[in-house]
């Protein structure tokens, strides 16, 4: 974890005036700021030198030595030495878990390792069969009132815990996080003791809360450790926790009735520290957990640090906030406007109210931009490497900008007679300003990029003839989707694509009366909005798309827009037939009688045998429509380019690098390698190939940029986020726009949010990003030795399993025998050179079962046997 990542902890009580703080494991920060002050103590004869004021609990852990302990965590001040009232354990009535006892020679008893502070020349014991037994103790009292079954059944590995063999009633079970749960590892290492008490669920029924935002909430699995009221209380400085008793038992629960009523921010410090499953965020994937980064960051395809920016924004520094963008891309302006933003489908404020207006605090963070950024940012010398990009769409752009700023000699060339991309010719005016695309591009070109417009070029072999050291492939998929109905050739019946990109160069100024656009993905919409803008007044535009609203491939924003401006829409209806409508009168004017459409209606079949269901027309439902203008919005394709291999979807074939497939000095990258995508996975493509080339040309391929400040930290969230009256109330911000019945020209549609709006929109933000910054607390040492002969010959030679691994700690093979140490000193002698292997041993005397019932639980867990040693693995091992 970076330095960032610790948190500091404020020794201080929610609402209160902000106190000193305190750094990792409760040691005060004005020790860190002035002139540390070390000693030396022993622990178990080991010498270690420690600052003065931590705790012996925090020293030994610095200096690598386990002490059980479960109130204890790394980066918050030690329970039991914190102002709360009351013991914890729930039965170890001296505070805390009790489970930290150690001894310390010449002092009688034992001592909670928490509560002891260092001292030069102290020695401390961690392990004694008294210790052992005073923790097992310890440990009974906690789970007399945790359910625990589970923890000594044989059969815990790999069960669900959905349904119980030995009929074990739900109550009594362990949870759903029993694999990686902190209260399991602490109690196997302790080891359960005998005559622990049953759990009785009857005694200790304490309420279940599911039915609240993002937390479920068991708290019959708490066992008032105070890790979360600490965090809550006296690291975020929210407060809305508070110890409760029930029938005798001490449980951490809010301070009202729901935790929306007590304040809480869900900015789930109190979940990460949790040693049990009492606390489990529902909202969030097994990915965004382990992903270390917020998922707003995750979904972000560009990897732009979205909460860092936000959060800059909600304080007003706009600049800033803009800086942390261009980290990442060169085009804040154009993302700010056209961006689809994956990133507020995945905010985790959308789970509570509305997700944040991210996008738009994107672009008010670049247009109030002072250009402070342009001081930071790297420019590398010259490398006499040439590179051409063929295509100045968003993905060419950026493999562009990125390269130039490399020391590379970068040429673009462009079909079309500017840069942009679909940019450019693909999204109207309306939604994109042509002024925001050319100040952007000026950017690029002001790095030295040479642009060659209207240049098309059709074969690689012309450039390759010209001496480049690299090319990449960014052309797009521009051309249109054939529209495969009777008739489509007809005059009247034009593409989508296509008529945008007339649209935008000006050459399409008017349209008839009667439009129908058939599609429904977000070009579609795009058109239909064009068309209204170019019909004029009375014009009926209308939308038709083969399946219903709800299946749209268009973003809801889009279709929303749509339908605000007049835009008429038909479902589940496809045309099958285009063909020239008789004129009824004979006007002197010879006007077009237009076309007439045959369409029908759709529905979803019954599923096939694998429960798969198919679009199907409806039989005996056609009906016939007549319209002046029919522009098709059914899909793109990369256009072809001679010297290009090809997938059978037809798009260019890359290798995970973005080369091409056969290697060669050829990159590719954009919607010709993706298919029709966003503008952020396109600038997502143009930064990987810059990566790749840039090494293939011989650099490091690292683009990255710090241009937040030269320290290369910058700003970073306060882990103090303090109470806030009603924050959990608060809905998003409205980004202001054009009334409707104005939006009949091409003026920009969606207008910047003000600065008061942006800072209370900004202010809105979780601050998820925090929960990644909060270290691990320390586990038990694993249980595995380096197969090795010292390790080996301390085996006991009674029977058992062991379980063998690879260098990375996978499991090889489990295998019950009845000799280990004979058994393993087999495996050391016939051990490859080189070939790191580790081992663990549970002593069992019905091996063979036992054996089988670990590959029972292997197997239900990781779907597929452990995968052995050489080629004969299975055989020789099992």
Same mark, same amino acid.
């Given at each position: 974890?970076?330095?960032?990542?610790?948190?500091?902890?404020?020794?201080?009580?929610?609402?209160?005036?902000?106190?000193?703080?305190?750094?990792?494991?409760?040691?005060?920060?004005?020790?860190?700021?002035?002139?540390?002050?070390?000693?030396?103590?022993?622990?178990?004869?080991?010498?270690?030198?420690?600052?003065?004021?931590?705790?012996?609990?925090?020293?030994?852990?610095?200096?690598?030595?386990?002490?059980?302990?479960?109130?204890?965590?790394?980066?918050?001040?030690?329970?039991?030495?914190?102002?709360?009232?009351?013991?914890?354990?729930?039965?170890?009535?001296?505070?805390g878990c009790g489970l930290c006892l150690v001894e310390l020679v010449g002092v009688a008893g034992v001592h909670h390792a928490c509560a002891v502070?260092?001292?030069?020349?102290?020695?401390?014991?961690?392990?004694?069969?008294?210790?052992?037994?005073?923790?097992?103790?310890?440990?009974?009292?906690?789970?007399?009132?945790?359910?625990?079954?589970?923890?000594?059944?044989?059969?815990?590995?790999?069960?669900?815990?959905?349904?119980?063999?030995?009929?074990?009633?739900?109550?009594?079970?362990?949870?759903?996080?029993?694999?990686?749960?902190?209260?399991?590892?602490?109690?196997?290492?302790?080891?359960?003791?005998?005559?622990?008490?049953?759990?009785?669920?009857?005694?200790?029924?304490?309420?279940?809360?599911?039915?609240?935002?993002?937390?479920?909430?068991?708290?019959?699995?708490?066992?008032?450790?105070?890790?979360?009221?600490?965090?809550?209380?006296?690291?975020?400085?929210?407060?809305?926790?508070?110890?409760?008793?029930?029938?005798?038992?001490?449980?951490?629960?809010?301070?009202?009735?729901?935790?929306?009523?007590?304040?809480?921010?869900?900015?789930?410090?109190?979940?990460?520290?949790?040693?049990?499953?009492?606390?489990?965020?529902?909202?969030?994937?097994?990915?965004?957990?382990?992903?270390?980064?917020?998922?707003?960051?995750?979904?972000?395809?560009?990897?732009?640090?979205?909460?860092?920016?936000?959060?800059?924004?909600?304080?007003?520094?706009?600049?800033?906030?803009?800086?942390?963008?261009?980290?990442?891309?060169?085009?804040?302006?154009?993302?700010?406007?056209?961006?689809?933003?994956?990133?507020?489908?995945?905010?985790?404020?959308?789970?509570?109210?509305?997700?944040?207006?991210?996008?738009?605090?994107?672009?008010?963070?670049?247009?109030?931009?002072?250009?402070?950024?342009?001081?930071?940012?790297?420019?590398?010398?010259?490398?006499?490497?040439?590179?051409?990009?063929?295509?100045?769409?968003?993905?060419?752009?950026?493999?562009?900008?990125?390269?130039?700023?490399?020391?590379?000699?970068?040429?673009?060339?462009?079909?079309?007679?500017?840069?942009?991309?679909?940019?450019?010719?693909?999204?109207?005016?309306? +939604?994109? &300003?042509? %002024?925001?695309?050319? /100040? =952007?591009?000026?950017?690029?070109? #002001?790095? *030295?990029?040479?642009?060659?417009? !209207?240049?098309?070029?059709?074969?690689?072999?012309?450039?390759?003839?010209?001496?480049?050291?690299?090319?990449?492939?960014?052309?797009?998929?521009?051309?249109?989707?054939?529209?495969?109905?009777?008739?489509?050739g007809l005059a009247g019946v034009v593409d989508g694509i296509g008529f945008l990109r007339e649209v935008a160069q000006g050459r399409c100024t008017?349209?008839?009366?009667?439009?129908?656009?058939?599609?429904?993905?977000?070009?579609?919409?795009?058109?239909?909005?064009?068309?209204?803008?170019?019909?004029?007044?009375?014009?009926?535009?209308?939308?038709?798309?083969?399946?219903?609203?709800?299946?749209?491939?268009?973003?809801?924003?889009?279709?929303?827009?749509?339908?605000?401006?007049?835009?008429?829409?038909?479902?589940? +209806?496809? &045309?099958? %037939?285009?063909?020239? /409508? =008789?004129?009824?009168?004979?006007? #002197?004017? *010879?006007?077009?009688?237009?076309? !007439?459409?045959?369409?029908?209606?759709?529905?979803?079949?019954?599923?096939?045998?694998?429960?798969?269901?198919?679009?199907?027309?409806?039989?005996?439902?056609?009906?016939?429509?007549?319209?002046?203008?029919?522009?098709?919005?059914?899909?793109?394709?990369?256009?072809?380019?001679?010297?290009?291999?090809?997938?059978?979807?037809?798009?260019?074939?890359?290798?995970?690098?973005?080369?091409?497939?056969?290697?060669?000095?050829?990159?590719?990258?954009?919607?010709?390698?993706?298919?029709?995508?966003?503008?952020?996975?396109?600038?997502?493509?143009?930064?990987?190939?810059?990566?790749?080339?840039?090494?293939?040309?011989?650099?490091?391929?690292?683009?990255?940029?710090?241009?937040?400040?030269?320290?290369?930290?910058?700003?970073?969230?306060?882990?103090?986020?303090?109470? =806030?009256?009603?924050?959990?109330?608060?809905?998003?911000?409205?980004?202001?726009?054009?009334?409707?019945?104005?939006?009949?020209?091409?003026?920009?549609?969606?207008?910047?949010?003000?600065?008061?709006?942006?800072?209370?929109?900004?202010?809105?933000?979780?601050?998820?990003?925090?929960?990644?910054?909060?270290?691990?607390?320390?586990?038990?040492?694993?249980?595995?030795?380096?197969?090795?002969?010292?390790?080996?010959?301390?085996?006991?030679?009674?029977?058992?399993?062991?379980?063998?691994?690879?260098?990375?700690?996978?499991?090889?093979?489990?295998?019950?025998?009845?000799?280990?140490?004979?058994?393993?000193?087999?495996?050391?002698?016939?051990?490859?050179?080189?070939?790191?292997?580790?081992?663990?041993?549970?002593?069992?005397?019905?091996?063979?079962?036992?054996?089988?019932?670990?590959?029972?639980?292997?197997?239900?867990?990781?779907?597929?046997?452990?995968?052995?040693?050489?080629?004969?693995?299975?055989?020789?091992?099992?």
């Amino acid at each position: 974890m970076s330095q960032v990542a610790i948190i500091t902890v404020h020794r201080r009580m929610a609402g209160t005036a902000r106190q000193d703080g305190l750094g990792r494991n409760g040691a005060a920060n004005e020790t860190a700021r002035s002139p540390a002050v070390r000693l030396t103590l022993q622990i178990d004869g080991k010498p270690v030198e420690v600052r003065m004021g931590e705790t012996l609990l925090a020293a030994a852990a610095a200096a690598g030595i386990y002490i059980p302990a479960l109130c204890a965590y790394p980066d918050l001040p030690m329970v039991c030495s914190t102002s709360q009232e009351g013991g914890g354990g729930n039965g170890s009535g001296g505070g805390g878990c009790g489970l930290c006892l150690v001894e310390l020679v010449g002092v009688a008893g034992v001592h909670h390792a928490c509560a002891v502070p260092v001292a030069a020349g102290l020695q401390v014991i961690t392990h004694t069969a008294s210790l052992q037994q005073a923790r097992q103790t310890a440990l009974a009292q906690i789970l007399e009132h945790h359910p625990h079954v589970c923890l000594t059944c044989p059969q815990r590995d790999g069960c669900s815990r959905v349904m119980c063999c030995f009929n074990n009633t739900v109550e009594e079970r362990c949870c759903s996080i029993m694999s990686h749960c902190a209260l399991r590892k602490v109690a196997d290492y302790i080891i359960i003791p005998e005559a622990t008490p049953e759990y009785d669920p009857q005694a200790n029924r304490l309420p279940v809360v599911r039915d609240e935002p993002f937390y479920d909430r068991d708290y019959n699995l708490c066992i008032d450790c105070r890790r979360c009221l600490v965090a809550c209380n006296e690291v975020r400085g929210v407060g809305c926790l508070e110890v409760k008793q029930t029938n005798g038992r001490r449980w951490v629960g809010p301070v009202a009735d729901t935790l929306m009523e007590s304040g809480c921010k869900f900015c789930n410090a109190c979940v990460e520290v949790c040693p049990t499953g009492a606390l489990l965020d529902r909202t969030l994937s097994a990915v965004q957990k382990q992903g270390g980064v917020a998922p707003c960051t995750t979904a972000c395809p560009a990897g732009i640090d979205v909460p860092r920016y936000v959060q800059l924004a909600g304080l007003g520094r706009f600049s800033e906030a803009n800086a942390v963008v261009r980290e990442k891309l060169p085009f804040p302006g154009i993302l700010g406007r056209a961006c689809y933003a994956p990133c507020e489908s995945d905010c985790r404020r959308g789970n509570l109210d509305d997700p944040l207006s991210i996008r738009s605090l994107k672009r008010i963070a670049a247009e109030r931009d002072d250009g402070r950024w342009r001081e930071l940012q790297r420019r590398a010398p010259p490398t006499g490497r040439r590179l051409a990009v063929i295509g100045a769409g968003p993905a060419g752009l950026t493999a562009a900008f990125y390269l130039a700023k490399k020391g590379h000699a970068v040429t673009v060339f462009e079909a079309m007679p500017a840069a942009g991309g679909m940019a450019r010719y693909g999204i109207p005016a309306y +939604r994109l &300003p042509r %002024a925001v695309i050319d /100040a =952007e591009v000026a950017d690029v070109a #002001a790095l *030295g990029v040479t642009f060659h417009f !209207d240049t098309r070029i059709d074969d690689l072999a012309i450039l390759e003839a010209q001496g480049f050291d690299a090319l990449f492939v960014a052309i797009g998929a521009q051309q249109a989707a054939p529209l495969e109905v009777p008739g489509a050739g007809l005059a009247g019946v034009v593409d989508g694509i296509g008529f945008l990109r007339e649209v935008a160069q000006g050459r399409c100024t008017a349209l008839p009366q009667r439009v129908t656009v058939i599609g429904g993905g977000d070009v579609a919409c795009d058109v239909a909005r064009s068309a209204l803008r170019l019909a004029g007044e009375g014009a009926a535009v209308e939308l038709v798309y083969r399946r219903t609203r709800a299946e749209m491939p268009a973003h809801a924003p889009e279709v929303a827009a749509c339908l605000e401006e007049g835009v008429q829409t038909r479902f589940q +209806r496809t &045309p099958v %037939a285009f063909r020239k /409508a =008789e004129s009824v009168v004979d006007g #002197a004017d *010879g006007a077009d009688p237009g076309l !007439d459409i045959d369409w029908v209606a759709t529905r979803l079949s019954r599923p096939n045998v694998l429960g798969y269901r198919h679009l199907e027309q409806v039989p005996g439902s056609m009906t016939t429509d007549t319209t002046d203008l029919v522009i098709a919005a059914v899909g793109q394709q990369v256009a072809g380019l001679a010297g290009l291999v090809c997938t059978a979807e037809g798009r260019i074939a890359v290798d995970a690098e973005g080369r091409l497939v056969g290697g060669g000095k050829v990159f590719a990258g954009g919607d010709a390698v993706l298919g029709p995508k966003s503008l952020i996975d396109a600038v997502a493509q143009g930064r990987q190939a810059a990566s790749a080339i840039d090494r293939f040309l011989g650099g490091d391929g690292d683009i990255d940029e710090t241009l937040l400040d030269e320290t290369g930290r910058g700003w970073q969230t306060d882990p103090w986020i303090g109470r =806030e009256e009603e924050f959990n109330q608060r809905r998003q911000q409205a980004v202001p726009r054009q009334p409707v019945e104005a939006r009949r020209h091409w003026d920009e549609v969606e207008h910047c949010y003000s600065v008061a709006d942006a800072v209370a929109e900004g202010q809105r933000c979780l601050k998820c990003n925090l929960m990644h910054d909060i270290g691990e607390a320390q586990m038990p040492p694993e249980s595995w030795h380096p197969l090795e002969a010292v390790a080996v010959h301390a085996l006991p030679a009674e029977s058992g399993v062991y379980f063998l691994f690879d260098a990375n700690k996978q499991v090889l093979a489990i295998k019950g025998v009845a000799d280990l140490q004979a058994a393993l000193a087999l495996l050391l002698a016939q051990q490859g050179d080189g070939v790191p292997l580790f081992f663990s041993i549970e002593p069992a005397h019905y091996y063979s079962q036992r054996e089988s019932e670990l590959l029972q639980a292997y197997s239900a867990q990781h779907g597929r046997l452990p995968p052995g040693i050489g080629e004969d693995a299975l055989d020789d091992l099992f």
